[in-house]
């Protein structure tokens, strides 16, 4: 069974990390940053995600932000393609920029919201690219000097953090400074990179027969929270887990879907793999990733060699596909 697409629900909230290659820069520039804030909004204004922290180091960067009308896993594909090829171009450099996939992990809002935010915005501090907090709170390339301007960036949700210190734009400015300035005296918690209640290793289907017996994976942790949010973020798991496994006992894999999409379009099946311009093609290109990686559970990398294009072409098709199903709603798979 091929990895499953990572946990994620309408409204959920994640703190995702992503690393450069072996911990080589990612960013070597201010204008290296203002390119990744730049495709953030857009990512961010396409998906309906919101995002209440953010901080850019040089070999990595944080983020913390709600799902919207699109999953995380949509953003994350819009922000990281475009983010690389413009580096590797600007750069004159080949091959891949992140380590591994970015890390995402569900977090319990009640519990962890504010204490996310200062982790995340003291990363500069404690990492001492900027001396104190007074410096922090000039540092242009974190959250927290939009939060203490007391003004959005448009992209950034300044209000949503500020209402939970006070009920003036003062007073709440002061409240918040002095959360974060609370927050010095500890080291980098590790707390904050995910709990310790479940592991992930290689999708959701593994975390749930972990659960089942008595093994122990050292691997990525998925969740931030306490049991009962455990077990309701398992139990969504579990259920999207069914949804595939339905499809797949009543017959839908690639071959069935590869002969549904051609039939669709008109077409036969070698002109979905063929390097044709036709606007049918690429049309069907589209909804053959967009079903193969959402409802089928395929991975991204099985389903570009499929079909023959890059991982920045399947992003662009699995988007080209979603819209196109969106708008004439074929209703292939349910």
């Known amino acids: ?27 070597q520039d201010d204008q290296d940053r203002q390119e990744f804030l730049t495709r953030l909004e857009k990512a961010l204004e396409r998906t309906g995600c919101k995002c209440y922290a953010w901080s850019l180091m040089s070999n990595h960067y944080h983020l913390l932000v709600r799902s919207g009308r699109e999953s995380i896993s949509t953003l994350m594909r819009r922000l990281q393609t475009g983010y690389a090829i413009y580096y590797n171009r600007r750069h004159r450099r080949t091959g891949y920029l992140y380590q591994n996939r970015y890390k995402s992990i569900l977090c319990q809002e009640e519990r962890y919201f504010l204490e996310l935010i200062r982790y995340i915005h003291l990363n500069p501090l404690k990492a001492k690219i900027v001396k104190d907090i007074g410096e922090l709170d000039r540092y242009k390339w974190s959250g927290h000097r939009q939060i203490m301007e007391g003004r959005s960036r448009g992209w950034q949700d300044v209000g949503e953090v500020l209402e939970r210190f006070g009920h003036s734009m003062n007073e709440a400015r002061r409240g918040y400074r002095q959360f974060v300035r609370d927050g010095l005296e500890s080291g980098m918690d590790e707390r904050w990179l995910g709990g310790g209640l479940v592991r992930s290793m290689g999708g959701w289907r593994q975390v749930l027969e972990v659960r089942k017996g008595s093994e122990r994976w050292r691997s990525d942790e998925r969740i931030l929270g306490d049991g009962e949010f455990v077990q309701r973020a398992l139990q969504q798991a579990n259920e999207k887990l069914d949804q595939v496994d339905e499809r797949r006992r009543n017959g839908w894999n690639i071959e069935r879907l590869k002969e549904a999409v051609a039939k669709l379009f008109g077409i036969r099946e070698a002109e979905i793999f063929g390097k044709s311009r036709f606007r049918e ?54």
Not at 3 to 18: E, T
Not at 296 to 323: D, F, N
Request: hydrophobic share 40%; proline share 6%.
């Open 1 to 27: 069974m091929p990895r499953q697409s990572r946990l994620d629900v309408p409204g959920a909230l994640h703190h995702i990390m992503v690393r450069g290659l072996d911990r080589k820069p990612i960013f």
């Open 281 to 334: 093609s690429a049309m069907a290109k589209g909804v053959l990733a967009y079903y193969a990686y959402e409802k089928l559970g395929e991975q991204g990398a099985s389903i570009a060699r499929l079909l023959g294009i890059s991982r920045p072409a399947l992003t662009k098709a699995v988007l080209r596909g979603k819209q196109f199903i969106e708008k004439n709603d074929p209703k292939l798979i349910s």
